[in-house]
């Protein structure tokens, strides 16, 4: 009898603490489409350009970087504008380069698209240091629209 008082409590609290809950399922259908399609050709842009962005830059013990000019302008730590041109597929440019890159938005502010079309790093090793000059080309398209 004992163990039975004991069964009936334990059950009864048990319960108690046990969740009710209700699952409704019902069969849908998914009205996204899983393809979407845009057919774009060359046709569709149009070519407004192509600019030169350069740094000039020197490094010393691995560690301690100087920059010299920036679009073959003295460098001024004092007035530093930085671009990252991003997208569906962003242009990885690096510190240096970023500080160049307002250039291209100078001379093509409205573009749409941007294309590096080369890009040149020549490095001159010295004793315990480097000096480097990195050269990149950016050519700059635009969307044409047309209202039909």
């Not at 334990?10 to 845009?38: F, H, I, K, M, Q």
């Not at 890159?101 to 409205?110: G, I, N, Q």
Request: proline share 3%; aromatic share 12%.
């Amino acid at each position: 009898m004992k163990y039975f008082l004991i069964f009936l409590i334990a059950g009864l609290s048990l319960s108690a603490c046990s969740n009710y809950y209700t699952l409704t399922e019902r069969r849908s259908t998914s009205l996204t489409p899983d393809n979407v399609r845009l057919n774009i050709n060359l046709s569709d842009f149009e070519y407004m350009g192509k600019t030169e962005i350069s740094v000039r830059s020197r490094q010393y013990l691995g560690v301690i970087n100087m920059i010299d000019s920036v679009n073959n302008r003295p460098y001024n730590y004092r007035d530093v504008r930085i671009v990252e041109l991003t997208g569906p597929r962003d242009i990885r440019l690096t510190s240096d380069m970023q500080k160049a890159a307002y250039k291209v938005l100078d001379e093509f502010p409205d573009a749409t698209y941007y294309i590096v079309s080369s890009n040149y790093v020549k490095i001159h090793r010295l004793f315990l240091g480097k000096w480097s000059m990195h050269t990149m080309e950016v050519q700059a398209y635009k969307y044409k629209v047309e209202n039909q």
